[in-house]
């Protein structure tokens, strides 16, 4: 596979070819793209992978914001890979996953765009679901099946939106080469393109190719381009971005503002304050989501109508700090996906105490050993002393016997050897 840096020759630039000029930033990029996608494919996948575990193992999934936050997390753990394991073949190895077959490209391009809309989307059916719970009482809600009835849906739903992009063709080399010629009116394609002089590890960040593309789209199909223009952009502006963030903030104002009445009132009881705690985690997930959301969201609005002059395409320097601005962006909304059970351990009670069991098995087991040890031991050596002691008052008991049984056949002997009484006193009447 060949990737190449494509500045142009029209553009008028002694330094068009100095690597000096893209730095720091083509090195502060590739260094992200090499340590971050290792990192919060860790952290995300043991955070995530037991928030699912605790909601599973525990008398939480009989609540249905859990069972939602536990599908949340499995999706945000797709999310998470799907983002992270192209940016390490990228990084590492030079490797762009949607080249490697027309198969893995489709994939890609439908999950880049199902699992982040699921996870926002999931978000929001949760907190549609507080509200519904609170304003219907404090009880816990135990409709499992209306739950999963709705996860179900909303899996459909955005599986039939996307679908589409299981049946477009890979043509985004094709588009990036043909935009090429017509920005700088150049007559053939052999001579606009300027193979890289610096080291293949940079590739990614000196070419003109977009660090997250999503080339199986209908953006690049000559065929379906204006379809992309005229209704999908809206499409997926509104169904990722605009209408779950919306439908967020509405309930996240009634939820808050049922947490306030509940702080007011002196007289709360134990079931209004475990809703007041799972109240507060959910606006804490909403806030992070939407803050650390928002700035790619925005980004992406502005992208192309800032960087599409022919002043920025010829501005070397530029693309690597518009690749690194980016990268960042992206960096914060997987952070969203990866730090989820840090929200529930902090402002979840509930949850929090459940992981506390679920992560000390191993130590109460322990205790648990060592006090049945103690217990076993104290037994034994009580069952010892009973033993020592019952022999004492054996061999006290056989001594006891033995002297009794001596002293029973002195007395019979004496009695034996010694006349009558009777008889003595007879006599001596007899004898007056």
């Not at 090499?34 to 575990?53: A, D, E, H, K, Q």
């Not at 090429?180 to 002089?197: A, H, V, Y």
């Not at 790619?296 to 002059?309: D, N």
Request: glycine letters at 2%; a positive charge; charged letters at 15%.
């Amino acid at each position: 596979m060949i990737m190449w840096n494509t500045t142009p020759t029209g553009c008028n630039n002694p330094l068009i070819r100095s690597s000096d000029t893209r730095e720091p930033y083509r090195t502060i990029t590739l260094t992200l793209l090499r340590m971050y996608p290792i990192l919060f494919m860790f952290v995300g996948t043991v955070g995530n992978l037991l928030s699912v575990y605790v909601v599973l193992r525990s008398k939480l999934r009989r609540h249905s914001t859990f069972i939602y936050l536990a599908f949340l997390s499995i999706i945000d753990l797709a999310v998470l890979y799907t983002f992270c394991v192209n940016f390490i073949l990228h990084a590492w190895f030079n490797i762009d996953l949607q080249q490697v077959s027309l198969i893995a490209c489709k994939i890609y391009s439908f999950s880049i765009y199902f699992f982040p809309q699921t996870s926002a989307w999931i978000l929001t059916a949760v907190s549609i679901d507080r509200v519904f719970a609170l304003t219907r009482g404090v009880r816990k809600t135990r409709r499992t099946r209306q739950t999963y009835t709705i996860l179900i849906s909303i899996f459909l739903i955005l599986f039939l939106l996307n679908i589409q992009f299981l049946f477009y063709d890979n043509t985004y080399m094709l588009s990036l080469q043909k935009q090429q010629l017509e920005d700088f009116d150049l007559p053939n394609n052999n001579e606009e393109l300027i193979f890289p002089s610096s080291s293949s590890i940079y590739r990614i960040v000196d070419t003109d190719m977009d660090i997250n593309v999503v080339q199986c789209s209908s953006e690049y199909s000559d065929e379906y381009k204006q379809f992309y223009r005229d209704v999908w952009v809206y499409i997926d502006a509104i169904v990722n971005v605009y209408l779950p963030f919306t439908l967020m903030f509405l309930c996240s104002t009634i939820i808050f503002l049922s947490v306030l009445r509940t702080m007011r009132d002196a007289h709360n009881s134990n079931k209004r304050l475990v809703a007041r705690n799972l109240s507060t985690m959910l606006l804490s997930i909403n806030a992070m989501f939407v803050l650390l959301t928002a700035p790619i969201v925005f980004y992406l609005m502005f992208e192309k109508r800032t960087y599409e002059s022919r002043a920025h395409l010829c501005d070397t320097k530029l693309k690597p700090k518009h690749k690194m601005i980016k990268l960042l962006f992206i960096i914060l909304m997987n952070a969203n996906h990866t730090g989820n059970i840090l929200v529930y351990c902090l402002t979840g009670t509930e949850f929090r105490t459940h992981l506390f069991h679920v992560l000390h098995p191993f130590r109460c087991r322990q205790n648990n050993s060592l006090i049945r040890g103690n217990y076993l031991a104290n037994r034994q050596g009580i069952f010892n002393e009973s033993r020592r002691l019952s022999a004492a008052n054996l061999n006290k008991d056989s001594a006891h016997n033995q002297s009794q049984t001596s002293r029973t056949s002195s007395k019979k002997h004496y009695q034996r050897n010694s006349p009558p009484l009777t008889h003595q006193t007879t006599r001596m009447k007899k004898v007056f």
